[in-house]
């Protein structure tokens, strides 16, 4: 097992990697613990979760509500939930995302843990401490900044995921290696079939590299004033297709990652035979690389995101592989762009 703490000026969160989902009850206290989870981790592990007062939230995006918060402090109520409890949070980036904001402002914060269950979650949403919902089809439009006491990240787990999801988590691989670390590129381009395969020694390797980066990240920058927007490669151009198109948070991503590598490309910041190997990693790892998406819809999701400041955005644009550099440009610069580009995307 590898451990890796995230240190800020609040809080101390540490994420094991490798950790057995057997020996949660080493991470949780022994009384006044109330788990909030979702119906398919009831269903494949049952047996492993300790026997608590229980909230099943339900599935998908569109749960990723202020309704489902609601539903959640309700329970609590019910269970007579005080500042004293501990939630104890099973499940992928969904439910860690709306339980860790429920935890945080149910009677102004109680402490909590996550056990993160999918690919995706384990090296990108459990780690780093952004919590939230959407709002009116704005995403994670209401939400804190506010670390888990502890993310466990068992590998094994992986194995009960539907495919597609656990292709989705690659692309928040791909994401770590291309704005940070070349090497870690590297080796996704020569094992990704075993990756594929879950051999757990490259599952365990890429897991520690991601969230590794991730954390040295949000070190350094954990409410996203500069730094932290590198994570938010590709991410700009992915929320439209997520919400457009029906596909998972990682599918999306990975268009929007060659989205984002062609623009850098056009900005003459990387080659074309860069833009190729991103698209070719993705390929290999059986992500979507582009879509039939009209760009306008594209631009009209960007005009809404919440990390829009006034008439410009912060563009992140690759400088090599491994290297992202944060752009500030106008929403019109970026039209014209993206329309040249979208006509031949
Ligand atoms: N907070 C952050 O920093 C951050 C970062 C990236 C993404 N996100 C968010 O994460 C969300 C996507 O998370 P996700 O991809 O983990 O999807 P998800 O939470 O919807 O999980 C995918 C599906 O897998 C099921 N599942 C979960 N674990 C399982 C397991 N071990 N075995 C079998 N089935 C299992 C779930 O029930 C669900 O149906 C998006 O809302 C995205 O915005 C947040």
Redesign the pocket.
């Known amino acids: 097992m590898n451990k890796i703490t995230i240190k800020t000026d609040t809080a101390e969160s540490n994420i094991f990697i490798g950790e057995k989902l057997k020996n949660l009850s080493s991470y949780i206290p022994e009384n006044k613990v109330v788990i909030i989870t979702?119906?398919?981790?009831i269903k494949?592990y049952k047996d492993l979760i300790p026997d608590l007062p229980t909230v099943i939230i339900g599935?998908?995006?569109k749960i990723?509500t202020l309704d489902t918060i609601n539903m959640i402090f309700e329970k609590f109520l019910k269970f007579e939930v005080d500042r004293s409890w501990y939630v104890l949070v099973i499940?992928?980036?969904?439910?860690?995302?709306i339980a860790g904001f429920a935890a945080s402002i149910y009677m102004r914060g109680l402490n909590f843990g996550f056990v993160s269950?999918?690919l995706?979650?384990q090296v990108?949403?459990?780690?780093?401490g952004?919590?939230g919902v959407n709002f009116k089809g704005y995403?994670?439009m209401v939400g804190v900044f506010n670390q888990p006491e502890f993310v466990m990240c068992d590998l094994n787990?992986?194995k009960?995921?539907?495919r597609m999801?656990f292709l989705?988590?690659f692309a928040?691989i791909v994401k770590a290696a291309v704005i940070k670390n070349n090497n870690l590129f590297t080796y996704l381009e020569n094992n990704y079939k075993k990756a594929l395969d879950y051999n757990i020694d490259v599952l365990k390797k890429i897991v520690y590299e991601s969230v590794f980066i991730k954390s040295e990240v949000v070190k350094k920058d954990e409410k996203e004033k500069g730094e932290r927007r590198k994570l938010n490669f590709g991410h700009t151009f992915a929320h439209s297709f997520e919400k457009h198109l029906g596909i998972?948070?990682?599918q999306a991503v990975s268009i929007g990652m060659v989205l984002a590598a062609s623009l850098s490309q056009k900005y003459g910041l990387i080659e074309e035979s860069d833009v190729t190997r991103i698209k070719n990693l993705l390929i290999n790892l059986s992500l979507p690389v582009k879509t039939d998406f009209n760009s306008n819809k594209i631009l009209s999701g960007i005009k809404k995101d919440k990390k829009r400041e006034g008439e410009h955005i912060h563009l992140v644009l690759l400088n090599k592989i491994g290297n992202a550099v944060i752009r500030k440009v106008t929403i019109q610069e970026l039209e014209k762009n993206i329309n040249d580009l979208y006509s031949n995307f």
């Open positions: 979702d119906q398919n981790i494949h599935q998908g995006e990723k499940g992928g980036g969904i439910v860690c995302d269950t999918t995706l979650s990108d949403a459990s780690v780093g952004k919590n995403k994670n787990m992986l009960t995921l539907e999801e989705s988590g928040e998972t948070h990682g």
